[in-house]
C-alpha cells in the first residue's frame, strides 16, 4: 500500500489447532539489508532455482546510487549465494516519479525468469518489469496508464502467464499477459465493489493447471476503515477471461492504530497453491469491532469454491493483536506462515504503548491439519531505536502493510520482513533464513 500520513458471525467456523510433534527448522538470525539508515517499506522476496535470492522494497529518502530518484522508489538488491551474502542495493527501474508497493515473483516453471511490478507516479500506473540474466537487466513494460490513484498491485506468474491485480477508482481489475509480459488484456473480476467494499489485493497465486486466484479484502462503509471487512478470493480457469467470487470471511473493523496508518491493522488475506492446485489462505480477522485480530488459516480442493472451516493458527494470547499474514507452499500440502503479533506487552490491542512486535513462522507438511511449534523469526539487534532486548523483547511497529516468504527449490524457507519506529517510520528491511 502506498504509505501515506493518514459482531459480525465469521462465514466459517472456527476449528481447533491441532500441533503436531514436528519442531519448526532454525532459521538464522536476522540481517538488515538494504540502507543503514533506513528507509526502507513494504519488502517482497523472489528465489530461483540457482540459488539467487531477490529483494525489492519502496526506499524513502535519497539514495547514493540514483541521485535523480524520486522518494519513494523500488530498489533491488541481490544475494547470490542463497541469502549468504548480498550485493549492494540499487534501483531497479530508476525514475524521477515516485514508485509504490513493489512485488517480486521467479517463474516456477522454468525456476529462473524474474517479474518484479510497481506503481509508478501519483495516479499509479502499473508497471512490470522482467528479467531473463537472473536480475542483471530488465525490461519494463507499462501496463495500464492511470489518470485516477490506485492501489496494492499483485503479481502472480507461472509458465510465462503473467497476471497484475490492484484497485483503482472504487474498482478492482486484472491485467493478464500470455506471452511472458510483452502484451497485456484487462479484465474486471468484479463489476462492482459498491456491496463487497473498497477492495485491496492482499495475496495471488497460479496454480500448477493454470488457474489463477487473488485475494481481496472489501472496507465497507466508504472505505473508512470502520466497518465489515469482507475477506474474498476471485479465481479464473481460462486466463483471465471470465471469473468466479468465493467469499472466505468476514472481519470486524480494525483495531485502532495511533501509528498514523489507514486501516494499518486490517484484515488482509495471503495466497498460496501447491503440487497438487490445493489453495490455502492465511488472514487476521476480529470478531468484535475495533478489537485485536486473530490468525486463521482454510485450504480449497476445488479451486477457492469452497473453503475449510477457518483454524486459528497462532498460540498468542487471545488478546495479542495479529496481523501482516505471509505464506508459502510447494510439493503435497507443504505450507508455511508467517506473521507479525504483539504479544509482548499488548493486552489490549492497540492502547498500551509499552507494546512490543515480533515475527513468528510455524509450517505444516499435511496441508494445514496439525502444525509444527512457533518460531520466533525477529530477534534483537543493537544501533536500531525501535528494537528492545529484555524484559519484553521485540520492535515497536510493523514497518509496510506486507511483507513476504518464499520457499526455495532446495526447500529452504526465505523471509523478509520490515520493522520501525511507526508507521510513518523510519524503518528498516530484515531477513532470515532456514539454516
Known sequence: MIRRSLAVPALLVSATLLIGAASPPAFTSPKRIGFAGGDDWEPAIATDRLGNVYAVWSHYGPDPRCADCASPHTELQISRDGG??????????????????????????????????????????????????????????????????????????????????????QRIYVSASHDG????????PISSTSKIGVSLGSGGTVSPDGSVHFAWNG????????????????????????????????????????????????????????????????????????????????????????????????EARTRANEAFPAIAATGHGDVRIAWQDDRNGHDAGGDDPSARWNTFYRTSSDGG???????????????????????????????????????????????????????????????????
Request: proline share 5%; with cysteine.
Open 219 to 314: 472496507v465497507r462503509r466508504n472505505g473508512q476503515a470502520k466497518g465489515e471487512i469482507n475477506l474474498y478470493v476471485t479465481s479464473s480457469t481460462d486466463g483471465g477471461a471470465t471469473w468466479r467470487t468465493s467469499q472466505v470471511d468476514v472481519s470486524e473493523a480494525s483495531p485502532p492504530c495511533d501509528c498514523g496508518g489507514w486501516d494499518f491493522w486490517g484484515a488482509q488475506m495471503a495466497l498460496a497453491s501447491d503440487a497438487d492446485n490445493v489453495l490455502y489462505g492465511v488472514w487476521n480477522a476480529n470478531r468484535e469491532r475495533f478489537g485485536p485480530n486473530n490468525l486463521y488459516f482454510a485450504r480449497s480442493t476445488d479451486g477457492g469454491a469452497t473453503w475449510s472451516a477457518a483454524l486459528n493458527v497462532s
Open 181 to 188: 509480459g510483452q502484451t497485456w488484456t484487462v479484465h474486471r
Open 84 to 169: 549468504v551474502t548480498w550485493g549492494r542495493a540499487h534501483p531497479l527501474a530508476p525514475s524521477s516519479t515516485r514508485q509504490d508497493d513493489p512485488q517480486i515473483v521467479v517463474d516456477p516453471a522454468d525456476g529462473e525468469t524474474v517479474y518484479a511490478s510497481f506503481m509508478q507516479g501519483d495516479k499509479s500506473s502499473q508497471y512490470v518489469a522482467r528479467s531473463d540474466d537472473h536480475g542483471v537487466t530488465w525490461t519494463t513494460v507499462l501496463v495500464e496508464p492511470f489518470n485516477k490513484g490506485g492501489d496494492k498491485d499483485i503479481l502472480a506468474v507461472r509458465d510465462g502467464n503473467v497476471y497484475l491485480s490492484y484497485h483503482a477508482g
Open 369 to 435: 491439519a496439525t502444525w509444527s511449534d512457533e518460531l520466533q523469526l525477529s530477534a534483537f539487534a543493537p544501533d536500531f531505536t525501535y528494537k528492545f532486548d529484555e524484559p519484553k523483547d521485540g520492535y515497536l511497529q510493523p514497518y509496510g502493510d506486507y511483507f513476504e516468504i518464499d520457499i526455495a527449490p532446495d526447500g529452504r524457507t526465505h523471509a523478509l520482513w520490515g520493522e520501525g519506529n511507526s508507521y510513518t517510520g523510519p524503518g528498516n528491511v530484515w531477513y532470515a533464513r532456514e539454516d
